[in-house]
């Protein structure tokens, strides 16, 4: 359970230091539903649930999507993040809570 929830956490923790157009309460909600076993996330539902601007999905050829560029932007923004957390450039007690 830990995993999923991990998955929205990050981008949850970017789009609360980045988008003051978030949606927290239902990024919560999505958060605390990852882990149970008809929890499912797309970046569709992410992005309309949450108000999402860091994130982009594009429709793909039979029915799938181009999420390799995104994966990458999302581990590059996680470095990024942790980075800076470490580093002492942003303070983020209390966001993860």
């Known amino acids: 359970m830990a995993q999923e929830q ?3 956490l990050l981008p949850g923790v970017w789009e609360q230091l980045n988008n003051p ?3 927290s309460s ?3 909600e999505l958060k ?3 882990g149970r076993n008809s929890f499912f996330l797309s970046a569709k539902k992410w992005m309309e649930a ?3 601007t ?3 999905a ?6 799938g999507a181009y999420a390799r560029r995104a994966i990458d932007l999302l581990q590059e ?4 993040l942790i980075s800076a957390a470490v580093t002492g450039q942003i303070d983020v007690r209390g966001v993860c809570a």
Do not use: C, M
């Open 58 to 63: 594009k429709a793909g050829p039979y029915g």
């Open 26 to 28: 239902n990024s919560r």
């Open 50 to 52: 949450t108000g999402a």
């Open 77 to 80: 923004r996680r470095t990024a």
């Open 32 to 34: 605390s539903e990852a």
């Open 21 to 23: 157009g978030l949606i």
């Open 6 to 8: 991990d998955t929205v």
């Open 54 to 56: 860091g994130l982009h």
